[in-house]
T-cell receptor
Framework: AQTVTQSQPEMSVQEAETVTLSCTYDTSESDYYLFWYKQPPSRQMILVIRQEAYKQQNATENRFSVNFQKAAKSFSLKISDSQLGDAAMYFCAYRRFLLNNAGNMLTFGGGTRLMVKP | DAGVTQSPTHLIKTRGQQVTLRCSPKSGHDTVSWYQQALGQGPQFIFQYYEEEERQRGNFPDRFSGHQFPNYSSELNVNALLLGDSALYLC?????????????FGSGTQLSVL
């Protein structure tokens, strides 16, 4: 079974600075997807960024980027120019690759609470 | 375009009772998944419904059951509630087979079992 581990229960960053959230995972599969989700107090899980394991290039979405190290099974999230609105729980998640995407079960880590100081 | 909607938003039940939670998927989506998120933890997969059938199930007892209707909406039923069933229940929808398919989540139902 796949497992996802987030070793940082809480992180803090000064507004406008950069922070990196860590995630490691365990799988025996070669094709899979990795995700970072943000969960603000509204409780809705919001997709931040997605990485396909077959792509060597790290995904980026505006101020958010990842460092995907497939051999090390590491998937960290870097948030640049942090904003007050970035404060939330962040979850790393894993999903198997399936041809028709059916059975798209996500395995989540335990989460990291990000606080942004003004 | 409405996203994933869940009802009710909050619910209080007594141990031993039964509960039904409801989810309407995002417009155009045909697959619904349910997750349980205990306080301070990441969500855990309960099961997924596609074409009105349970397609995949996580490590949850038979007290947890579900249903998908022809309009793709879904219900999660929990029988014989235990204190440990207190959690946020999240529904997520997607369209099977779509390129670059994404999972959209609702805001959840907060269930408290007393």
């Amino acid at each position: 079974a796949q497992t996802v581990t987030q070793s940082q229960p809480e992180m803090s960053v000064q507004e406008a600075e950069t922070v990196t959230l860590s995630c490691t995972y365990d799988t025996s599969e070669s094709d899979y997807y990795l995700f970072w989700y943000k969960q603000p107090p509204s409780r809705q899980m919001i997709l931040v960024i997605r990485q396909e394991a077959y792509k060597q290039q790290n995904a980026t979405e505006n101020r958010f980027s990842v460092n995907f190290q497939k051999a090390a099974k590491s998937f960290s999230l870097k948030i640049s120019d942090s904003q007050l609105g970035d404060a939330a729980m962040y979850f790393c998640a894993y999903r198997r690759f399936l041809l028709n995407n059916a059975g798209n079960m996500l395995t989540f880590g335990g989460g990291t609470r990000l606080m942004v100081k003004p | 375009d409405a996203g994933v909607t869940q009802s009710p938003t909050h619910l209080i039940k007594t141990r031993g009772q039964q509960v039904t939670l409801r989810c309407s998927p995002k417009s155009g989506h045909d697959t619904v998944s349910w997750y349980q998120q205990a306080l301070g933890q990441g969500p855990q997969f309960i099961f997924q419904y596609y074409e009105e059938e349970e397609r995949q199930r996580g490590n949850f007892p038979d007290r947890f059951s579900g249903h998908q209707f022809p309009n793709y909406s879904s219900e999660l039923n929990v029988n014989a509630l235990l204190l440990g069933d207190s959690a946020l229940y999240l529904c997520a929808s997607t369209l099977v087979g779509a390129t670059n398919e994404k999972l959209f989540f609702g805001s959840g139902t907060q269930l408290s079992v007393l």
